[in-house]
């Protein structure tokens, strides 16, 4: 693969990455359109089945369904566990959590994703944080349990502990797909955790439509149009602007762009939900996004050496939260 021009415009890259994090970061607003009608397990699952579906289609097109493109031998239990932290995980327990506070809540408890991801490169991988970094971490973490205790009246609310697994089963995801992305590629890992993931959840999604029969028929376009939303954009759309944006402009450069993501989902839940935007929740974010910032600027040491991508014309090894 041609390598980059240090010298040439990022400004490509940027606005693909851009796009790729705008679309992300309207998973949560859509996410609780979805789940005000339908169920949210539904919701969850349902949205992998449809992007596995989509994955099929993008790794057909691409030819990495040859056998000898294929993953092989373990790498087919470390997709399960990007599968259990992105494809599963992550959507199953925001869902939850979108059945009981504003997007604007998620957002911020959502935002200390990219340091938790580190925390999961450093227990089982080759990266070694700074204390900087881990001062970042405690300082950003106790700022969101600060934030959920003051907008729960001076406890957690449920929904809140369904923020917290959602971002350690992400960071727990994004991390080991991070590391085997460096094998497959980027594009190829993300699909073949869906469509790994496809055999398992089809069944379960038939026996929950099945079970929830009614409601769904009764569901509303607009909730139709969250759960559109989350399976073809969240799922998969957006992971094809990121990884371009990083491949063409940078991963430290790009990646930057993720620090504006709880914003414009507290834009996003104004803007779609009508929810309200108050002056202190404004001040936790930006309180927040400044230690993420911090701690991203922190100097992480990493002991292996870099892998590339196993074929030609491969995006880069990285996945959307991971710490570089």
């Known amino acids: ?113 990219p340091l938790a991801t580190a925390v999961f490169a450093a227990w089982f991988g080759n990266e070694r944080p700074s204390a900087a970094f881990w001062l970042s971490a405690m300082a950003g973490s106790a700022l969101v349990v600060g934030f959920a205790l003051w907008q729960g009246a001076g406890g957690l609310q449920h929904a809140d502990w369904f923020l917290f697994l959602a971002v350690v089963l992400g960071a727990l995801g994004y991390a080991e797909g991070g590391k085997l992305s460096r094998e497959l590629g980027g594009l190829e890992t993300i699909s073949w955790a869906l469509v790994a993931s496809l055999p398992v959840l089809a069944p379960v999604v038939g026996w929950l439509a099945w079970m929830h029969a009614p409601a769904i028929a009764a569901a509303s376009p607009r909730a139709w149009l969250g759960m559109a939303y989350v399976s073809v954009f969240s799922m998969f759309i957006g992971f094809l602007f990121w990884y371009a944006g990083l491949a063409k402009g940078g991963v430290a450069r790009v990646g930057q762009i993720q620090l504006l993501q709880p914003f414009l989902t507290l834009a996003g839940g104004a803007l779609i939900l009508a929810e309200p935007l108050d002056a202190p929740t404004l001040a936790f974010a930006v309180a927040v996004i400044a230690i993420v910032a911090l701690g991203r600027r922190a100097a992480v040491r990493n002991t292996a050496p870099a892998t590339p991508p196993a074929a030609a014309g491969e995006t880069p090894p990285i996945v959307p939260g991971r710490i570089h």
Not at 57 to 86: D, E, F, I, K, S
Request: aromatic share 8%.
């Open 1 to 113: 693969m041609t390598s980059r021009n240090p010298s040439s415009p990022p400004s490509g890259g940027m606005l693909l990455g851009f796009i790729g994090v705008a679309i992300f970061s309207q998973t949560l607003p859509f996410t609780r359109m979805a789940v005000a009608e339908l169920d949210p397990i539904f919701v969850a699952l349902a949205r992998a089945v449809i992007a596995a579906i989509l994955a099929i289609v993008l790794l057909a097109a691409r030819g990495a369904l040859a056998a000898h493109r294929r993953p092989r031998g373990g790498q087919w239990w470390r997709l399960a566990v990007t599968a259990l932290g992105v494809v599963v995980g992550f959507p199953l327990f925001s869902s939850l959590a979108m059945r009981e506070v504003p997007a604007g809540h998620g957002a911020i408890v959502i935002g200390l994703l």
